[in-house]
């Protein structure tokens, strides 16, 4: 397979964008539709297809956030009006918000873990996909993300759980580059 030097210098220099800098234009159904193929295409041992996602666009993003501030204030009645009014906006100004389920089907070989680990997978090429496509992307968790009532009304069933919300839209911002660690630091040779 002769060598994709697009591909690499993309891998090289992707960078998530903050969700305050995702405004519209957001993918349009086309897009989305390959979005979400890109983003199924993960390895899935045993195809049982361990996970699934849940599209947030449009009024449902004002909707998710009025629920999401009633669940905080039950959870916490101190929470102030600025405090309820930063749930009602977390799935803004994104255009689009894809949550990625990990949904664990009983099988003999494949461990759950590996089953969670491949729901990971869908979420990070969905942030590749988003990018392929012209927009930028940031897969975040959130207290809702580990909240049962919370991941419940965002549409988690009973042995599910939610392993992060990917929000795209077009960048308004250019993010400087995080420091990245040093491979001596994080790599290690077996036997040597």
Known sequence: MPANAALRDYLLTRRSVGIAFLKDPGPDAAELEQILTIGTRVPDHGKITPWRLVVIAGEARQQVGEKLAEIAARNNPRLDEAGLEIERQRFLPAPLTIGVISSPKDHPKVPEFEQLLSAGNVAFNLVHAAHALGFAASWVTRWYTFDAEAAAMLG????????????????????EDRPRPALGDVVSYWGA
């Open 156 to 175: 988690a069933r009973d042995g599910e759980r939610f392993v992060g919300f990917v929000h795209i839209g077009t960048p308004t911002a250019t993010i």
